[in-house]
């Protein structure tokens, strides 16, 4: 892969890339191709091939791009889930990227892996230390909660923090399918009382 060197070459690089994510949450990686990707770009095949080597390239690329937005999109959700306010912040979040999105996209990460996991170890990785990081994050806050006294003493926080990851995957996918909100809202305020229900 060849690293553009120029504004120009950033930003065609970048758009490349934008648009086969789109292409990608409506059809599929594998059920796009090369010549719609170029198309919906705006972008010659030339180009293409200059900063990607192939289309398992670019599907690796868009895939890291989309970790890296996401996890800066939370990133000042995930310093404060020590506390109840946190955790509500999280679902109001949530729910508001699902309706922005018009419950079209869901989790473009979890869609992504969940199509190529089992053919591309890098994708199936990359994304294992995307929950990974989310997980820690959720870790990290509810273990400050337990130690000032606000969760029982025998919280499992690993296990809780896994189930957190589960119920917003889970409330993304359901969305992306019903067209809807409800049942997502429905699962994370169901989560919040659970996680409530371990108050010390």
């Given at each position: 892969m060849n690293r553009p060197t120029t504004r120009k070459g950033c930003e065609t690089r970048e758009r490349i890339m934008v648009c086969a994510a789109r292409l990608f949450a409506r059809q599929g990686a594998r059920g796009t191709s090369i010549d719609e990707i170029l198309t919906e770009s705006g972008t010659g095949k030339s180009q293409f091939y200059h900063y990607f080597r192939d289309k398992d390239e670019l599907i690796r690329s868009v895939h890291a791009m989309q970790i890296e937005r996401m996890l800066a999109l939370h990133s000042v959700i995930f310093e404060q889930l020590d506390s109840w306010e946190g955790f509500e912040l999280l679902n109001d979040t949530v729910l508001h990227l699902l309706e922005s999105q018009r419950f079209?996209?869901?989790?473009?990460?979890?869609?992504?892996?969940?199509?190529?996991?089992?053919?591309?170890?890098?994708?199936?990785?990359?994304?294992?230390?995307?929950?990974?990081?989310?997980?820690?994050?959720?870790?990290?806050?509810?273990?400050?909660?337990?130690?000032?006294?606000?969760?029982?003493?025998?919280?499992?926080?690993?296990?809780?923090?896994?189930?957190?990851?589960?119920?917003?995957?889970?409330?993304?996918?359901?969305?992306?399918?019903?067209?809807?909100?409800?049942?997502a809202q429905a699962s994370l305020r169901h989560m919040l009382l659970y996680l409530q229900s371990h108050r010390s």
């Amino acid at each position: 892969m060849n690293r553009p060197t120029t504004r120009k070459g950033c930003e065609t690089r970048e758009r490349i890339m934008v648009c086969a994510a789109r292409l990608f949450a409506r059809q599929g990686a594998r059920g796009t191709s090369i010549d719609e990707i170029l198309t919906e770009s705006g972008t010659g095949k030339s180009q293409f091939y200059h900063y990607f080597r192939d289309k398992d390239e670019l599907i690796r690329s868009v895939h890291a791009m989309q970790i890296e937005r996401m996890l800066a999109l939370h990133s000042v959700i995930f310093e404060q889930l020590d506390s109840w306010e946190g955790f509500e912040l999280l679902n109001d979040t949530v729910l508001h990227l699902l309706e922005s999105q018009r419950f079209q996209d869901g989790c473009p990460i979890g869609s992504l892996a969940s199509e190529l996991a089992t053919s591309d170890e890098l994708v199936r990785m990359d994304t294992e230390q995307y929950f990974d990081r989310k997980k820690a994050a959720i870790v990290r806050g509810l273990t400050a909660m337990k130690l000032r006294g606000e969760l029982r003493p025998d919280t499992d926080v690993q296990g809780l923090a896994d189930f957190v990851v589960v119920v917003l995957q889970g409330a993304k996918l359901l969305s992306k399918v019903r067209r809807s909100a409800d049942c997502a809202q429905a699962s994370l305020r169901h989560m919040l009382l659970y996680l409530q229900s371990h108050r010390s």
